[in-house]
C-alpha cells in the first residue's frame, strides 16, 4: 500500500461536480494555491487556514458568567436534568483531538478541545426510545438540529478548554458544544440546553437555508444538497 | 422573544453559471457585473458563493455580499484582494469580461431587508456592500426614508461605493483622513444616536473586529441586542 502521503494530488479522483443541468466550466487560467497537508485530509471545497480560526457569528457576542451557566438535557428523556458549571466540571472529563470544518469553507487541522463527551450527559438523562433528533439551544436563543446519533457513540461533546486554555468567548466561550464530524455551526456557541426530539425541526441557519444534517464529506452546505 | 426566533423568509438558488460582463478594479478592488443564468432573484443583503474550478477538479469558494437591487439585470458583487487570498487574488489579477464562474445563491435568510422596517446599517470597509444593495432597493422603491446607513472606512480613497454612498445619504466616518469638516476617528456615539432614532432593527457588517466594535456602540445608543443581527467576516469573506 502507499502511503497517501507519496500520492501525487492529481491522482486523488476529485468529487464529480454537481449537476445543474450544463457542462461545469473550468476556470480559465485558475490553478489554485498549492495544496496543503496530506492529500484528503482536507473536505471538499475547504482548505486549511492554518493557525487562523476565523469566526461566524450571527449575533451579539454574549458575555457569559460561568456561575449563572447551567446545561440542561430535556424533553424525550426519562430524566430530565440540570447541570451547574461546577457539576459538569465534576464528570468524567474527555477531549477531542483532530479536525474542524466550517461551512465558510476553512478546515482548522489538529485542534484540541476538552470538556465532557455528551454521551455522559444522555447517560445521566436517559433519551427515551422515541428520541431521534435533538434541538441544540444557546442562551442567545440560536438553534441548532442534530440526529440523536451524530450526538452519541464518542461524537459530539460540551467543550470549555481549547488548547489547554478557557475557551475563548469569540469562539463560543466559556462553553459550547463540539460535533467535529459536522459542519461547525452544528456546534453551537454558549450552549445550554439539548432538547431531545421525536422529530426534526430546523434551527435557526436550518430555516435560513443551510442543510439539516450538514456533513462536510458530502458537502451537505445547504438545503437540498444530496 | 429573541431576535434570532423570528421568522424570515428569503429565495435560495442552487448552483449556477454567471458570465463576468463588465468589471473594474483598482489596485485592491474588483467590481464584477455578472450575467447570471436561471437566476433567481436575491433580497437585498444575501450572498452567493463564487467557485473557481481547476483542470484536476480542484476547487475553491467564497462567500460574497451582493451589491445589486434585486431588480438589476446583472448581479455585482465587489471582492477585496486579501493578501494571499485564494480566491480575491484571482479575481482581481486574472478575471476578464466572457469568463464564466459557478455561482451558488442567493443564500442566507437572515441578513436581509425586505424594505419594509426601518432600519439602521452600520458598516465597515467591504462590509457596505449589502447596505449598497439596500440603499439602491431603497432608492428604487421609494423606500429611503426607512434606511440609514453608517459607512466606516480608511480613507474615501479605499471605502468602496464612498461616492455612492455619501450621494444617497449615507453618514460616512473616515478613520485616517478628514472628510469635509469632520476630523478622522470612528463614528462617535453623538453621531450614530440620530441615525439609530427609530430604527426597528440594527444590521453590522464588517470584520470581527469591526462588529464587535459597532455592535457595542449601538448597545450605547439604546439599541437592544436582540433587534441587531451581524454579519462578519475574516479571512474568509
Request: charged share 20%; glycine share 12%; proline share 9%.
Amino acid at each position: 500500500m502507499i502511503p497517501a502521503a507519496t500520492i501525487p494530488a492529481a491522482t486523488i479522483p476529485a468529487a464529480p461536480p454537481r449537476r445543474y443541468g450544463g457542462p461545469v466550466p473550468i476556470t480559465r487560467g485558475f490553478t489554485g494555491r498549492p495544496r496543503r497537508g496530506r492529500p484528503g485530509r482536507v473536505p471538499p471545497g475547504q482548505y486549511d487556514t492554518g493557525a487562523d480560526w476565523p469566526t461566524l457569528t450571527a449575533e451579539v457576542t454574549p458575555h457569559l458568567v460561568p456561575d449563572e451557566w447551567t446545561m440542561t438535557v430535556d424533553g424525550l428523556v426519562d430524566n430530565p436534568y440540570t447541570w451547574t458549571w461546577r457539576d459538569v466540571h465534576a464528570l468524567p472529563g474527555s477531549t477531542y483531538f483532530g479536525d474542524i470544518h466550517c461551512v465558510t469553507t476553512w478546515s482548522k487541522l489538529d485542534v484540541t478541545f476538552g470538556g465532557v463527551s455528551v454521551d455522559t450527559l444522555l447517560d445521566i438523562a436517559h433519551p427515551r426510545p422515541g428520541a431521534a433528533f435533538v434541538m441544540a439551544h444557546s442562551t442567545t436563543g440560536y438553534t441548532t438540529n442534530l440526529p440523536l446519533d451524530d450526538l452519541r457513540g464518542d461524537k459530539a461533546w460540551i467543550v470549555w478548554e481549547y488548547d489547554g486554555r478557557p475557551l475563548p468567548v469569540e469562539h463560543g466561550g466559556p462553553v459550547r458544544l463540539l460535533v467535529p464530524h459536522l459542519y461547525f455551526w452544528k456546534s453551537a456557541k454558549w450552549i445550554t440546553r439539548l432538547e431531545l426530539m421525536e422529530s426534526d425541526r430546523p434551527g435557526f441557519w436550518e430555516q435560513n437555508g443551510y442543510h439539516d444534517r450538514g456533513d462536510p464529506w458530502l458537502e451537505q452546505r445547504y438545503q437540498g444538497d444530496p | 422573544m429573541t431576535g434570532l426566533a423570528e421568522e424570515t423568509r428569503a429565495p435560495i438558488g442552487g448552483w449556477t453559471t454567471g458570465t463576468l460582463v463588465e468589471m473594474d478594479r483598482d489596485d485592491r478592488l474588483v467590481r464584477l457585473r455578472l450575467d447570471v443564468a436561471n437566476r433567481v432573484d436575491h433580497l437585498p443583503g444575501q450572498h452567493y458563493v463564487l467557485r473557481l474550478r481547476a483542470e484536476e477538479g480542484y476547487t475553491a469558494s467564497r462567500s460574497y455580499s451582493v451589491a445589486s437591487d434585486p431588480a438589476d439585470p446583472l448581479l455585482e458583487l465587489m471582492v477585496e484582494c486579501l493578501p494571499g487570498g485564494e480566491v480575491s487574488g484571482f479575481l482581481h489579477d486574472e478575471a476578464r469580461p466572457g469568463d464564466v464562474f459557478e455561482l451558488r445563491g442567493p443564500i442566507g435568510g437572515w441578513f436581509v431587508w425586505h424594505g419594509d422596517t426601518p432600519i439602521v446599517c452600520i458598516g465597515g470597509g467591504t462590509g457596505v456592500v449589502p447596505f449598497v444593495s439596500m440603499l439602491r432597493h431603497a432608492r428604487r422603491i421609494g423606500a429611503e426614508r426607512l434606511i440609514r446607513v453608517c459607512a466606516v472606512g480608511r480613507s474615501r480613497a479605499v471605502l468602496p461605493y464612498a461616492d455612492e454612498l455619501l450621494a444617497a445619504g449615507a453618514f460616512v466616518a473616515l478613520t485616517r483622513e478628514n472628510l469635509d469638516g469632520r476630523v478622522a476617528a470612528p463614528p462617535y456615539l453623538d453621531e450614530l444616536e440620530p441615525l439609530v432614532a427609530g430604527a426597528e432593527r440594527a444590521y453590522v457588517c464588517g470584520s470581527v473586529g469591526f462588529a464587535s466594535y459597532a455592535t457595542r456602540l449601538l448597545g450605547e445608543a439604546g439599541v437592544p441586542t436582540a433587534a441587531i443581527r451581524v454579519e462578519q467576516f475574516g479571512e474568509t469573506g
